[in-house]
């Protein structure tokens, strides 16, 4: 019974918390006029839309990147514990590093990371 007091107090004290940090956030903030909502908030008129169209390679770059970032952290357990591992773990290792390595030569074939 003592825990779900003291859960019960955790549950109040944090919504309370969270209330109060949303009504100071309103209560302390800023009220602007209309030309400072817009696109770039600077309070320039804008002159043209906020959309820009990016070109697709900047997106496959991007895609890549998350995915060796991906691999270099799942790599990282491997890493440390290097020393202790079996036979069967560093045959896993080969071949998870083999299709990202294959995944980059397939990058490399389809032109993605050249910029021109």
Do not use: H
Not at 97 to 103: N, P
């Amino acid at each position: 019974m003592n825990e779900l007091f003291f859960l019960l107090v955790f549950l109040i004290l944090s919504t309370t918390f969270a209330v109060a940090s949303i009504v100071a956030a309103f209560v302390v903030s800023y009220k602007s006029d209309e030309i400072d909502r817009t696109s770039y908030e600077c309070g320039m008129k804008t002159f043209s839309g906020a959309k820009i169209q990016f070109d697709v390679k900047f997106l496959n770059f991007a895609f890549l990147f998350l995915i060796f970032d991906v691999e270099t952290i799942f790599l990282f357990p491997f890493a440390v514990y290097f020393c202790n591992m079996d036979l069967f773990v560093l045959f896993e290792i080969v071949v998870f590093v083999l299709i990202f390595l294959f995944a980059l030569f397939f990058a490399i074939k389809k032109n993605i990371l050249r910029w021109n």
